[in-house]
């Protein structure tokens, strides 16, 4: 297999990316009702129960789904992939919002460098909008839109029941924001500038599906 200027599209469990070249993760190998092979599970804060990442199935398609709905509201499960290691990345993700009374929220996670030191973008289907927080030291801030202050993200339709994309381009400080395709915003933040894990998120009660995680290294 070559190992430069090519697009593999395999699963979890194969080895690190090197720069330049995309990995797609679909959970075809990974059995149903069990955690996700590659992975690892963090628990930021340590609020509320961990978070049940577990594989489960539509049809003929598997994905990640996060089925735990406990309803404590600064709960944040977080899903990483192992071996993968870096700062500038083109992350993105199908993802269906579920249920949640509490919060319905799927999330995109880059430069994690453990549970409680990342940068995440969420959509919430309860709020209708996308924003992009940093996680220090446990605490979760939104970040000021480029050019525009802290808006608290931007507005976007997230329909409950139904699968979106979400998609983050990370090169150096600058952060571009997409969701179904539409960029709606750009972020400049200096807090985490080193590689990191990439992976998803929920929060509170979300139950959430997630699939086709893509990374492409920059």
Excluded: C
């Amino acid at each position: 297999m070559r190992m430069m200027n090519f697009v593999a599209l395999i699963v979890v469990g194969a080895v690190a990316l090197l720069h330049g070249q995309t990995r797609k993760v679909e959970f075809t190998q990974d059995a149903v009702d069990q955690p996700p092979k590659g992975f690892e599970f963090g628990h930021t804060a340590g609020v509320g129960r961990p978070g049940k990442w577990v594989v489960q199935v539509e049809g003929n398609n598997k994905f990640l789904a996060q089925l735990d709905a406990d309803r404590t509201g600064s709960r944040f499960p977080v899903a990483v992939l192992a071996d993968i290691n870096a700062a500038d990345v083109d992350l993105s993700v199908r993802f269906k919002s579920v249920s949640g009374q509490v919060d319905q929220a799927a999330g995109l996670v880059w430069r994690y460098q453990d549970e409680n030191n990342y940068y995440i973008v969420r959509a919430n289907a309860r709020e209708n909008n996308v924003v992009l927080y940093k996680v220090q030291n446990g605490r979760r801030t939104d970040l000021p839109v480029r050019g525009e202050g802290r808006t608290y993200g931007k507005p976007s339709k997230v329909p409950s029941g139904q699968w979106g994309t979400l998609r983050v381009v990370a090169k150096g400080p600058l952060f571009e924001v997409h969701h179904n395709g539409n960029k709606l915003y750009e972020v400049e933040d200096t807090t985490f500038t080193q590689a990191g894990k990439v992976g998803v998120w929920t929060k509170a009660d979300s139950v959430t599906y997630f699939d086709d995680l893509t990374i492409v290294t920059q």
